[in-house]
């Protein structure tokens, strides 16, 4: 069984970079693509990248496309999201998340951690 644990997040002046990585544990996390997410208060969780399990593909929302960036190193079990001239409307908690494909669909995806938060002031 594969478990995400999530850390990076904190608060961040609008136009700032935030790293998060996403920590797996399990010999078979090469095997999964992975998720982001995120979810702001009153909100629905969203779809942000995904990244294929040998990081070959990656997907990115439109909201986020061309200022985010994800990337894995199976080596050292760890999935990153880079994140570059954040937004207010950016700040939510973020979710990495393990599936068998790529996917932008939350259910598609069966293994979550638990979340950090992202704040950005304006």
């Known amino acids: 069984q594969v478990r995400m644990v999530e850390s990076g997040g904190g608060l961040v002046q609008a136009g700032g970079s935030l790293r998060l990585s996403c920590a797996a544990s399990g010999r078979t996390f090469s095997n999964y693509a992975v998720g982001w997410f995120r979810q702001a208060p009153g909100k629905e969780r969203e779809f942000v990248a995904t990244?294929?399990?040998?990081?070959?593909?990656?997907y990115f929302a439109d909201s986020v496309k061309g200022r985010f960036t994800i990337s894995r190193d199976n080596a050292k079990n760890t999935v990153y999201l880079q994140m570059n001239n954040l937004k207010p409307e950016d700040t939510a908690v973020y979710y990495c998340a393990a599936a068998g494909i790529s996917s932008s669909n939350p259910r598609e995806y069966n293994i979550w951690g638990q979340g950090t938060q992202v704040t950005v002031s304006s």
């Open positions: 990244i294929s399990w040998n990081g070959a593909r990656t």
